[in-house]
DNA sequence: ACCTGAACACCGTTCAAGT
DNA sequence: ACCTGAACACCGTTCAAGT
């Protein structure tokens, strides 16, 4: 039987897969390896290091914001940039950790700049900052909970999540607002 | 010679030494014992595991944010976290990956809480988490451009993430001002 | 063009045993 | 109370060689 072969695209479709399996810290290049049916060399043929490849995934995982559409109401890019990052075990995570080299992150900016009027890009910046942030700290508090390594004094982390995040979505329409009295 | 005699005091103080001088991708368990004159395993005497040693020194990284005190503009409160996660190289990405367990953590949130007035936990949370966001993307940007690994349409990220700071800050600011008019 | 095979220099963690 | 020594089961990455 030949080596199984293949491009760019399906390594990081299966990386992400993997990655919602196991979890940022079990995804090795060995196990991706392992499970393209491929020595682990082979994946240096398509990226030069593994912090490539997560960056790929990363782009991955924000492909479904929407284009940067002003008629597009802030606090739905802003969801919509939280969802994406939620459908994803470990994702935010991995958006943070590979934001240097961004791709699919100047998108999701982009979207919120439009959605913020065109003209505040510090303010655009600001909110996809939080929008990371709280999502990495409620996936970190989900993955503490499942294992039961959590603070006693803490109940489950999701409910309350939805407050903070229009608590902070509301904080930068209000923001946007006074900018840019209409 | 007999060898070497530590406590987690120590521990954490050299650990926290030995991450700002090789970033956390480099501050490996056996690294930090070689610091330490001492065999790797001697360091499970101390702590039950990397993640719990890491939240100690997430824990240190934040010493220098005040009590929680309502005299205390909200600005400056939010500048003392920034600058105390800014003092320590990746000291954002270290109390990120630790919040779980959270130590210090939950001082710098109570100084949010009482700068804001007292009564919005939500608004606290949502900008502890534009902090922890914001700055770990600053310094993931600081150390991408010292390698030279740097998107090439970006100048140095530094100055333009204090006027992102600022419409973070303020959008918070805001927020708090409309839901509890004065 | 894409993969194998073997190697290099590492990891975190456990556990019996020492002092 | 705190550490050693040895082991286990892993890592990311390189590179000559294969097809």
Redesign the interface.
Known sequence: MPPARHDRHSVVTTALRLLDEVGLPDLSMRRLATELDVQPSALYWHFASKQELLAAVADSILRTVPEPDARIALPEVARSIRDALLACRDGA?VV??T????LGARRAQDALLAALGGG?Q??A???F??????T??LQ??M??QSIG???PDDADPTP?AE??????V???A??SA?RRPS
């Open positions: 995570e943070l950790s934001y240097a080299l961004r505040d510090p303010a910046d600001a909110l900052e939080f929008i990371l942030g709280h990495m700290l970190q508090r993955h503490a390594a959590v603070a309350d407050a903070v995040f229009t608590a902070g509301d904080g930068f209000e923001l006074r």
